[in-house]
């Protein structure tokens, strides 16, 4: 029986591929991803390090969230005629802050068998290192891009009654405008912040959010956000 397998990529250091990771991706018959030519690198590379020369590479299937309604019926369709399909995204685990719950839900309408291969995740590396306490945490996915929706996200977030760690995505063209909305809804509470996870430039920051907003004036890179409530 045909089956869909949520796989894990590395997000940064190519070296965190998990080995049934590798094996998976090498043998599947189709590859669902955000950016095909990225994938068809990130395949080459595999095949150097880990397969045979004469390997023949999966064919690739554009996904991404413009189009994740319309591809996912068409990856169903696939399925159904008994191929198997690894849905990856550009970084990390899918369906964080990726698409692919919409695949996945009509799969499971669709009696597919559905497997999920562990590996890297910028939630659970950053939580890890920030030095803030474990559990209970939150994932927030990304912030609301406009301000308004933004200071309400975060005045909402600090009604919240529990002692928790909270987590969240941004980009870095927005960090700084969050970090002031951020000051101005928490004051000048304690912040870690940690960009390029697992690449040469890693940088886990950790002070607050005053001498935050002082220190990233010229943001690069992929950031974690991270604060206790």
């Known amino acids: 029986m045909a089956r869909l397998l949520i796989v894990?990529?590395?997000?940064?250091?190519?070296?965190?591929?998990?080995?049934?990771?590798?094996?998976?991706?090498?043998?599947?018959?189709?590859?669902?991803?955000?950016?095909?030519?990225?994938?068809?690198?990130?395949?080459?590379?595999?095949?150097?390090?880990?397969?045979?020369?004469?390997?023949?590479?999966?064919?690739?299937?554009?996904?991404?969230?413009?189009?994740?309604?319309?591809?996912?019926?068409?990856?169903?369709?696939?399925?159904?005629?008994?191929?198997?399909?690894?849905l990856i995204s550009d970084s990390g685990t899918p369906l964080i802050s990726d698409p692919g719950y919409k695949l996945v839900n009509l799969a499971i309408k669709s009696g597919i068998v559905i497997d999920s291969l562990p590996g890297p995740s910028a939630v659970t590396t950053a939580l890890t290192l920030s030095g803030l306490p474990p559990t209970p945490f939150m994932f927030l996915g990304f912030p609301p891009p406009s301000e308004n929706k933004k200071r309400n996200w975060f005045n909402l977030l600090k009604e919240n009654k529990l002692r928790i760690s909270v987590?969240?995505?941004?980009?870095?063209?927005?960090?700084?405008?969050?970090?002031?909305?951020?000051?101005?809804?928490?004051?000048?509470?304690?912040?870690?912040?940690c960009r390029e996870l697992t690449k040469i430039h890693q940088e886990v920051w950790r002070g607050r959010l005053p001498e935050a907003i002082k220190y990233f004036t010229d943001p690069k890179g992929e950031f974690v956000v991270l604060l206790r409530l």
Do not use: W
């Open 8 to 86: 894990a990529t590395p997000i940064g250091n190519l070296e965190d591929i998990t080995y049934r990771a590798v094996r998976t991706l090498l043998s599947v018959d189709y590859i669902a991803c955000e950016d095909t030519r990225r994938t068809g690198q990130f395949l080459k590379i595999l095949t150097q390090k880990y397969g045979q020369a004469d390997t023949a590479l999966p064919k690739l299937i554009p996904f991404y969230d413009e189009i994740e309604e319309t591809a996912s019926f068409e990856i169903i369709n696939i399925l159904t005629k008994g191929k198997d399909i690894a």
């Open 167 to 193: 987590i969240f995505y941004e980009s870095p063209h927005r960090l700084i405008d969050t970090l002031k909305i951020m000051q101005e809804v928490f004051s000048d509470s304690g912040i870690v912040i």
